[in-house]
């Protein structure tokens, strides 16, 4: 069975790349009677440069105004200080523009990764960020509504200039996989990952899971 497997699969490689990039790399093997090989194996990332414009984060980071903020305090992971604050978004109360750029985005990347994602979005969680706030290692995969995320989207609203540290890091991965405002990282759910702390300004991010049947 494992001669089957790709050799990326067999040696993980730690790369990211443009989505266009990785669908390019799909390959059918066409009379095997196998599936399409993925183009990612599951311990990939997926990163989109400058997906959201200004303009659209601006309207994104808008949505939290007059909505309940709660302490994202991560109890389960021991940690219950240096809580960023956080609004919930149902995806029927958010801009339909948004809904399907963010569907479009998690299919691609599905497709990518040969999962499936047959139930609809989670709320879109808004997360802002002061200094001293950080998020410690963690999986978002886990019991109730959370055993069925597949994919973790997250894509930063504010400008790099405008805070220090908070850098998204992913097991694995080079810290800071956002460059710029309005790029989005996705990745399998269940990869650790962790937001640094922030030493200076405000960090903003909005997050989106994409659900489908458990893993088995
Ligand atoms: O803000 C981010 O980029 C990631 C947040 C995160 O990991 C989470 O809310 O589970």
Same mark, same amino acid.
């Given at each position: 069975?494992?001669?089957?497997?790709?050799?990326?699969?067999?040696?993980?490689?730690?790369?990211?790349?443009?989505?266009?990039?990785?669908?390019?790399?799909?390959?059918?093997?066409?009379?095997?009677?196998?599936?399409?090989?993925?183009?990612?194996?599951?311990?990939?990332?997926?990163?989109?440069?400058?997906?959201?414009?200004?303009?659209?984060?601006?309207?994104? =980071?808008?949505?939290?105004?007059?909505?309940?903020?709660?302490?994202?305090?991560?109890?389960?992971?021991?940690?219950?200080?240096?809580?960023?604050?956080?609004?919930?978004? #149902?995806?029927?109360?958010?801009?339909?523009?948004?809904?399907?750029?963010?569907?479009?985005?998690?299919?691609?990347?599905?497709?990518?990764?040969?999962?499936?994602?047959?139930?609809?979005?989670?709320?879109?969680?808004?997360?802002?960020?002061?200094?001293?706030?950080?998020? #410690?290692?963690?999986?978002?995969?886990?019991?109730? #509504?959370?055993?069925?995320?597949?994919?973790? =989207?997250?894509? =930063?609203l504010s400008d790099?200039?405008d805070f220090?540290?908070?850098?998204?890091?992913?097991?694995?991965?080079?810290?800071? =996989?956002?460059?710029?405002?309005?790029?989005?990282?996705?990745?399998?759910?269940?990869?650790?990952?962790?937001?640094?702390?922030?030493?200076?300004?405000?960090r903003h991010?909005?997050?989106?899971?994409?659900?489908?049947?458990?893993?088995?």
């Amino acid at each position: 069975m494992s001669s089957q497997l790709p050799s990326r699969q067999r040696s993980p490689q730690r790369n990211s790349l443009p989505l266009a990039t990785l669908q390019r790399r799909e390959q059918t093997k066409s009379g095997t009677g196998l599936r399409p090989e993925p183009a990612l194996s599951a311990t990939e990332i997926v990163r989109m440069p400058r997906t959201f414009s200004r303009t659209e984060c601006a309207e994104i =980071l808008a949505l939290s105004n007059g909505r309940q903020r709660y302490a994202d305090q991560f109890r389960s992971y021991g940690e219950v200080r240096g809580a960023s604050s956080v609004s919930w978004l #149902p995806t029927a109360e958010a801009p339909e523009w948004l809904v399907e750029r963010v569907v479009e985005l998690m299919t691609d990347a599905a497709r990518a990764f040969d999962f499936d994602i047959s139930a609809p979005l989670e709320e879109f969680k808004l997360i802002k960020y002061r200094r001293g706030n950080r998020v #410690p290692w963690h999986v978002d995969c886990g019991s109730g #509504p959370a055993a069925t995320r597949k994919l973790t =989207l997250t894509a =930063l609203l504010s400008d790099p200039a405008d805070f220090d540290g908070g850098a998204l890091t992913v097991a694995g991965y080079v810290p800071e =996989l956002h460059s710029n405002i309005g790029d989005v990282v996705i990745f399998p759910s269940f990869l650790a990952h962790k937001v640094t702390t922030v030493s200076r300004g405000n960090r903003h991010t909005l997050i989106a899971w994409a659900h489908g049947t458990r893993f088995r």
